[in-house]
């Protein structure tokens, strides 16, 4: 059931439904009960009607009376046998009232507050049998089982009904106190359809969103705290040279210097925070790949001619992917800087997009040295260098593949590496299924 609303309004309509049948049901089984006791009083006080009248015709009013005393002994109630009138024919007293209150043998009680009088008549209509019996006693413990059964399937049901909704808020409650302890991976995973269920789901939605951003923010201070302690004691050497040294310019110079790679640095760990620390921050639109690729290649054609190594495009079929622009665009581009780096001189580095039935590729290759085996799962990481002999001057600050593999995993991609012999070549690939 869809909806905790509509839940508790079936349940609760299921309640009523189920008291009300029960009650008829033991209503109609005390009826039934009681219409076998009334016809059997019936037939018995027509049959004492009939030995009456055979005792009054044949022997008169005393054989009429030795007959009744028998009768009342034996039975129980006050027995009279009148007239059409409802005067006694044993006594002549007038028991015309107790005609009026009376009401046929066979018939079920009216009340059970007063006295019970049931009359029979013969079948000339000339006499009446009158038995009066004093207010019936209430026998309520017989149906208390039958009441106890309907009360406690009634609390079966309210149970049930308190049960599925309490149930999954308490596990909810433990959830949500576990993640406020510190527990990030912990989530509800409710398959329920109704408010709980949609409740729990966004307790998971908001879970991962804040697990992401602490974990964004506990990375961001680590890589601070592990990366910044070379380029800060760089740059206090290089303002002790430029308070000490000789040549102010030339220490200047170098404090500046110190100064930008320090900024650049902060812009990098910053950059790698936003792309991974907010997704839902991300605008996602719908965009020609080949376009992005072309314009990415323009913006580091100049980089490759100042190293002496030229830019090969192959990308003519267009592709649309959804994503975030800018998010892909430093993607690609910190890929393709990045052998644009380590690629020798007079050499060519390779950019190709193919297209695959749920996925397009772009591959970047370069004709350098290319990475050891046992360190290609590495270079995704952050600080990542191959040979840690290369500064930031020489080898970069070990970050564009880092943001790049962040970048591309926001778009539901993967990012692979392997050696291509000679060099090194990354793939990107892309999801081309939720373009439309």
Not at 54 to 75: I, M, P
Not at 207 to 219: D, G, H, N
Request: proline residues 5%.
């Amino acid at each position: 059931m869809r909806s905790v609303y509509a839940k508790i309004l079936l349940w609760s309509f299921a309640t009523l439904v189920l008291s009300l049948v029960a009650f008829v049901g033991v209503s109609i089984m005390v009826s039934v009960n009681s219409a076998g006791h009334t016809d059997f009083f019936g037939q018995l006080h027509t049959l004492e009607l009939e030995q009456a009248r055979q005792a009054y015709e044949e022997g008169g009013q005393e054989k009429l009376g030795r007959y009744l005393e028998r009768v009342q002994q034996r039975l129980r109630g006050h027995h009279y046998m009148t007239d059409a009138r409802g005067r006694d024919v044993l006594t002549g007293t007038d028991r015309s009232a107790l005609l009026a209150i009376a009401q046929p043998s066979g018939a079920p009680p009216r009340s059970v507050r007063g006295p019970l009088v049931q009359v029979t008549a013969s079948e000339d209509g000339r006499y009446r049998w009158i038995v009066e019996f004093g207010p019936p006693p209430v026998d309520v413990q017989s149906y208390l089982p039958y009441y106890a059964l309907i009360l406690g399937a009634v609390a079966l049901l309210c149970w049930l009904l308190a049960v599925s909704i309490a149930s999954p808020l308490r596990a909810l409650a433990r959830t949500v106190d576990r993640f406020g302890a510190g527990d990030l991976a912990v989530r509800a995973n409710s398959t329920r359809k109704d408010e709980i269920g949609e409740l729990s789901r966004v307790f998971d939605r908001m879970a991962e969103r804040i697990s992401t951003l602490l974990t964004a923010e506990r990375r961001l201070l680590q890589d601070v705290s592990h990366e910044l302690r070379t380029p800060l004691a760089r740059l206090s050497f290089a303002a002790e040279l430029a308070r000490t040294a000789e040549d102010r310019d030339a220490a200047a110079l170098r404090l500046k210097k110190e100064i930008q790679r320090l900024t650049s640095l902060v812009g990098a760990l910053l950059e790698v925070t936003t792309a991974e620390g907010d997704p839902s921050s991300a605008a996602p639109e719908r965009l020609s790949l080949d376009d992005l690729l072309m314009e990415v290649v323009e913006d580091c054609w100049v980089e490759a001619d100042g190293r002496g190594c030229t830019i090969v495009l192959r990308a003519g079929t267009p592709v649309a992917v959804l994503g975030d622009r800018e998010l892909l665009r430093r993607a690609i581009e910190n890929v393709l800087r990045n052998s644009i780096r380590y690629a020798p001189p007079d050499t060519g580095v390779e950019v190709d997009l193919e297209i695959g039935p749920n996925a397009a590729t772009v591959s970047v290759r370069d004709y350098g040295p290319g990475v050891p085996e046992e360190a290609l799962p590495k270079i995704f990481q952050p600080f990542f260098r191959v040979d840690d002999s290369r500064d930031s001057a020489t080898g970069g600050m070990g970050l564009g593949l880092t943001i790049a593999m962040r970048a591309v995993s926001l778009h539901h991609g993967q990012l692979r590496a392997e050696n291509a012999h000679p060099g090194l070549r990354i793939a990107i690939e892309l999801p081309v299924r939720a373009a439309s």
